[in-house]
């Protein structure tokens, strides 16, 4: 004869709660870096996809912004400002350079002032009207009071310097 298992009696609280699954997102009440990683990727996804034809990434376009700024720029002020390592920095540039996006200037024999070149020109210019577009459509509706605060925010986040408190009452 096989005896029944006896079962604790589940709490009716717990009975409501679903158990976590791994694809879930968030929600406006999940963790905040978490959502600032899903935000990233979603943002980073779709400039991939508006630049695939241009053939170039999310972050060699970051470098030709930098490079079509400021001309003259050196990889390590690039990786600076980038904020990524100057390994990844140097291998983005090699692959702008075989592409023929940007060119080295003359300078010193360890560090070579980099510049767009004219195609280079031509993709940036092309690159950022479809980056501008599309995040002109994540504020889309958005107040512009809203829209600063978030902008002053997400730039504290990126310095290392935003204040919980860093939104004012005023800018919701």
């Given at each position: 004869m096989i005896k029944p298992v006896l079962q604790a009696p589940v709490p009716p609280e717990a009975e409501k709660r679903k158990p976590a699954r791994l694809l879930e997102l968030p929600g406006e009440n999940g963790d905040l870096a978490g959502l600032l990683r899903q935000a990233a990727a979603a943002q980073r996804l779709a400039e991939e996809r508006l630049l695939a034809d241009l053939g170039i990434t999310p972050p060699q376009m970051a470098v030709l912004q930098l490079l079509g700024a400021q001309p003259g720029l050196l990889a390590a002020d690039i990786a600076r400002r980038a904020k990524l390592t100057p390994q990844t920095i140097s291998l983005i540039v090699a692959n702008l350079r075989r592409a023929g996006l940007v060119r080295e200037e003359e300078g010193t024999l360890r560090a070579r002032p980099l510049a767009l070149t004219e195609q280079g020109e031509t993709v940036l210019r092309r690159g950022r009207e479809r980056v501008?577009?599309?995040?002109?459509?994540?504020?889309?509706?958005m107040r512009p009071k809203r829209e600063r605060a978030l902008r002053r925010w997400l730039a504290g986040v990126a310095a290392g310097i935003a204040q919980p408190g860093a939104l004012d009452g005023d800018d919701l």
């Open positions: 501008e577009a599309a995040s002109a459509r994540l504020v889309e509706g």
